[in-house]
């Protein structure tokens, strides 16, 4: 029983930080191609330059909340967006959740691996056309 515990309180940690870097990372391969800085200026809409405010930079419950758009400007965000940090998310909190207490370094590194493969094969694929 205590295993069960163990697993579900350290995957309800991993999820949100799996998001996080999910929401990192879009920003990186965003930002990186164009040229821009990872730092400044701080997270924005691309239409209306609108500065997020803390409550509109929770990965997944954000998009949902302003029902996938920004909220000044009502541009509609891409549905990938919430869908890539939930990805993220599980790639990192699943793991745990199976084996994470019973086999930690097993848990963390498939989880870890499953997270840059994703990331990888997503920068590696952006951009291009996609075929007809």
């Known amino acids: 029983m205590l295993d069960i515990l163990c697993n579900l309180l350290g995957a309800a940690f991993l999820l949100p930080l799996g ?67 939930g990805v993220s998310g599980l790639a990192l909190g699943l793991p745990w959740a199976i084996v994470g207490c019973a086999h930690p370094f097993v848990a963390l590194g498939v989880g870890i691996g499953a997270l840059l493969v994703f990331w990888i094969a997503r920068g590696a694929t952006q951009g291009r056309p996609t075929p007809a």
């Open 19 to 85: 998001m996080a870097l999910g929401s990192f990372f879009e920003v990186v391969l965003d930002r990186l191609p164009r040229g821009e800085s990872l730092l400044w200026p701080p997270s924005h809409c691309r239409t209306c330059k609108h500065r997020l405010t803390p409550d509109e930079l929770v990965p997944v419950i954000s998009y949902l909340a302003q029902r996938g758009r920004c909220r000044s400007c009502d541009t509609p965000i891409g549905r990938g967006v919430p869908l890539r940090e």
